[in-house]
Structures are given as C-alpha cells and as structure tokens.
C-alpha cells in the first residue's frame, strides 16, 4: 500500500491530493448522517397544497427563492414581504393557478403570506381560499402554469393534506399530481385518489433514472472501461481471459448494487436523512477518483472505494424516488420494485459496453484515446459538476 501512494515523485502529489480532498468530503458527509432534515421540498418545483373542508377550498401555494428572485427580484430575508411586494405574486399565482368545478373556475382570493426555511432554501407561503358553489364535489379540475413560460423543466406539485369528500386525512407526503408544461391540466378525483403511479411504474421510473442519470452512468463508465484490461507497472495491457474480464465485471456490478441497494433502502425507510447537495458533491468527486484511477491506478482498495461511493450514489437515487408519489403503506413493494428497476438500467448498460470494450481492448488506439482520453473526459465533466454544486 505504502509503496503505491507514498512516493515522494512531483506526479503523484495531484493523486494524493485529490484523494485527501475526497476523504474530506466523505467525511464530512459522513458526519450529516446524523442530521435531521425536515422536508422534502427541492429547487425547480412549486408546491400547492389542497385541504378540502366542509365550507370551502383552502390552498396554500409554496414557491422557492429562486423563482421568486428571477421572476420578481424578491429576495426572502428574515421578514415576510410587504402587501406592496406580495400583491404581483400573488396576481401571478391566481393567473396561473385555476381550479374548477363542473367547469366552472372557483373565486380563489389571497389572504396572507408566510414563509418557511428549509435546508434547500427559502420557500415563500401564500394561503388562498374559495368557497364552494353548491355541495361538496366529486371532482375538481386543476390547470397549473406557474414558471413553466421562463423554466420548461420546471414542475408543479399538488399535494392533498386534508379531503372532507374522501372523509380522510393526507400526510404531507401525499402528492396527487404533478403539473409540467406538456400536462398543464388535470383532473382530481376527490372520491378516490388512487396515488399518481402505480406500482409496476416504479419499475420503469428506477430502470429510467439510470438510463437518464448521467452521472451515475459516467460512474459506471469510469469502472467498466478498465474492466478488460490488467494492469502491470507502469501501464495498462489487455486482458487476454474473457473469463477474467467477464468475472470483474460481475465483481463491479456487484460491490456497486449491494451498496447502493443498502444505502437506498436505509434512506427509503429514513433510517438515514441527508441533504441532497452534499450527497450530489461525493458523487461527482467519486467520478473524479475513479476516472483519474484510470489514469494511474493508486487505489489500494479499490473495491471497497467503489462499495463506499456505492453507498453515496443509492442514497442519489433515494433522493430521486423521494419525488416521487405513492402511499407509504406500499414504500416497502415500491422500494423493492424502484430498485430492481435500477438494476436493470444498469446491465442495459453494461451488456451494451461491456462487449464493445473487450473486442476493442487489443487495438493500439484503444488504452490511449478510449480508456484514458475517455477518462479524462469524464474527469473533466465531473470536476464541472463537482464545482457547480459546491456552489450551489
């Protein structure tokens, strides 16, 4: 071990200083394992919740300091805005917020602002009511827009806390809808509100964050493309057992899966909370050590490296499945099926490039533009986002 990191050569001082700067963070991650965080709200959403009362509808209507600060450039100190401030928010919201009954739209009013601190930011309350035209209905009919005109990734919430019709009381965890430009109108059943995925589409929604995550997919990458090769010092040669390559393909997958599994199923179940920009931090400086391991192998431990990071990446993908809706009595059926989901995007991918790196392993191009062009590459991509998300 010793002889591997601890030479005093100029190259090897960039390798041990980017191995301390990622123990650093690991740890310092490490370390809000044991932190409480208390909701679930994220930059790049609104939030609208519904109590459906006897008397009337009463919305509350939560939107981030981001979007705040680019639409309005309101900016949410310690105070609640002024009426002066409020008033254009709150026209932008009743403009872009409809609720209608039998097609008729509902008369929200705005009644009074609070705010709310989160770990992920300042959050900006507006309380709105309307009274009902007649009975309690069955059905409400929502169109969404907020932000969606200056943000197409943008997305709307619609959560219910408390549903007179139904007779019941939601968590607030209960999502029912979420808006996007492309689905800006939507019906709400207040009879029975069935959840907004059924289970077998948390299958698709695992093997599809995967296949749409790039920096798990970059991870991935940065492991399999010098899984058909052996190293000898000083440098990479082919491996000329398909058997051998086939087995540390199997060794990465599998020390990948079982850590992020367990790490996944401890954050679904929260047994552990945490951040999710921390977290987003040690997965791109991960990419980093393993690209540049690539480089000039200097892990020791190289699989137990790869558990730890594992570890960092389930509790990413337990971010992602956190935005999603579902009742928690079915949290353990739609653990289970988001994460067998995820391992099927992931032998997609690995039964796509796993074959392609071991034919081409023997071309004298391949190691100096594929294996070390390519990880520098990812090197770089990685070292972009590690600083975008240290900065927030």
């Not at 002024?82 to 009743?94: H, I, K, M, Q, R």
């Not at 739209?105 to 705010?115: I, M, S």
């Not at 808006?179 to 109108?185: L, N, T, Y």
């Not at 009879?191 to 589409?201: A, E, K, N, Y």
Request: net charge negative; aromatic share 10%.
């Amino acid at each position: 071990m010793s002889g591997m990191i601890g030479k005093k050569s100029g190259g090897d001082y960039p390798l041990k200083a980017l191995c301390k700067l990622a123990a650093n963070v690991c740890g310092a991650v490490l370390l809000a394992l044991f932190m409480q965080v208390a909701h679930a709200h994220s930059t790049g959403e609104n939030y609208v919740f519904l109590n459906i009362d006897e008397d009337a509808l009463r919305v509350r209507v939560e939107l981030h300091q981001n979007e705040l600060e680019s639409r309005f450039g309101m900016q949410l100190q310690d105070e609640i805005p002024d009426a002066a401030a409020l008033e254009p928010v709150a026209t932008y919201v009743l403009n872009h917020l409809e609720i209608r009954v039998a097609d008729q739209p509902l008369h929200l009013v705005f009644r009074d602002a609070g705010r709310m601190s989160l770990p992920q930011g300042e959050f900006l309350q507006l309380h709105l009511d309307a009274a009902w035209p007649g009975a309690l209905p069955d059905k409400l009919t929502i169109e969404q827009t907020l932000f969606f005109e200056s943000n197409p990734r943008h997305r709307g919430l619609l959560l219910i806390e408390r549903n007179a019709v139904a007779g019941r009381d939601f968590g607030e965890e209960y999502t029912a809808l979420i808006f996007r430009p492309d689905k800006a109108v939507q019906e709400l059943d207040l009879v029975d509100v069935p959840g907004l995925l059924q289970l077998r589409d948390f299958l698709w929604q695992g093997a599809w964050h995967i296949l749409i995550g790039f920096d798990h997919i970059l991870f991935l990458l940065s492991l399999l493309l010098t899984s058909v090769l052996v190293y000898r010092k000083p440098e990479w040669h082919a491996e000329e057992s398909f058997r051998r390559s086939l087995l540390n393909v199997a060794g990465i997958v599998t020390v990948f899966t079982v850590a992020h599994s367990i790490s996944l199923s401890l954050a679904a179940l929260e047994i552990v909370k945490l951040p999710s920009r921390p977290v987003e931090i040690v997965i791109a400086a991960s990419i980093i050590v393993m690209a540049v391991n690539n480089l000039r192998p200097f892990l020791p431990l190289r699989w137990t490296v790869i558990f730890i990071f594992g570890l960092f990446h389930g509790l990413g993908f337990a971010t992602v499945m956190g935005h999603l809706t579902f009742r928690m009595v079915d949290l353990v059926k739609v653990m289970v099926l988001f994460n067998v989901g995820v391992e099927l995007g992931q032998l997609a991918i690995v039964l796509v490039v796993f074959p392609l790196l071991y034919v081409l392993r023997k071309q004298s191009w391949f190691i100096p533009v594929v294996v070390k062009g390519g990880s520098l590459a990812i090197t770089a991509v990685a070292a972009y986002w590690l600083v975008e998300r240290a900065i927030g």
